[in-house]
Nanobody, 115 residues
Framework: QVQLVESGGGLVQPGGSLRVSCAAS????????MGWYRQAPGKEREAVAR???????NLADSVRGRFTISRDNAKNTVYLQMNSLKPEDTAVYYC?????????WGKGILVTVSS
C-alpha cells in the first residue's frame, strides 16, 4: 500500500521559515519524481517544486529564491524548506510522487502565514 504522509505544517509569521516533510512508503522512492503542490482557498492547485530521483530541481517562479526542495532517498523523504514566507503562501501543501503515468498523492498539510 502506497502512503505519502506530510508533516511540519502550521502557523508562521510573515518573513518566517517552515520546513514540511513528506515520508513515502510502498514505492521504490528513488525511482520517483517527487513534487510539492499547493492549493490556496478559492484557487486551483499549483505546482510549487519538483525534484528528480537524481536531485535535479524545478521551482515555480513565485517561490524561487525562497523555497528549496530536497530529498533523502535513504529515508524515503522529500522536504520543502520555505523561507521569507508571505501571506500569499498560505495554502494546503500536497506531496506527490510520479513515475511515468503512475502518480500518488498525500492528503495535504495546512501552512498558514499570518501575523
Amino acid at each position: 500500500q502506497v502512503q505519502l504522509v506530510e508533516s511540519g505544517g502550521g502557523l508562521v509569521q510573515p518573513g518566517g521559515s517552515l520546513r514540511v516533510s513528506c515520508a513515502a512508503s510502498g514505492i521504490t522512492f528513488a525511482n520517483y519524481v517527487m513534487g510539492w503542490y499547493r492549493q490556496a482557498p478559492g484557487k486551483e492547485r499549483e505546482a510549487v517544486a519538483r525534484i528528480s530521483g537524481g536531485g535535479n530541481t524545478n521551482l515555480a517562479d513565485s517561490v524561487r529564491g525562497r523555497f528549496t526542495i530536497s530529498r533523502d532517498n535513504a529515508k524515503n523523504t522529500v522536504y520543502l524548506q520555505m523561507n521569507s514566507l508571505k501571506p500569499e503562501d498560505t495554502a494546503v501543501y500536497y506531496c506527490a510522487a510520479s513515475w511515468g503515468r503512475i502518480e500518488y498523492w498525500g492528503k495535504g498539510i495546512l501552512v498558514t502565514v499570518s501575523s
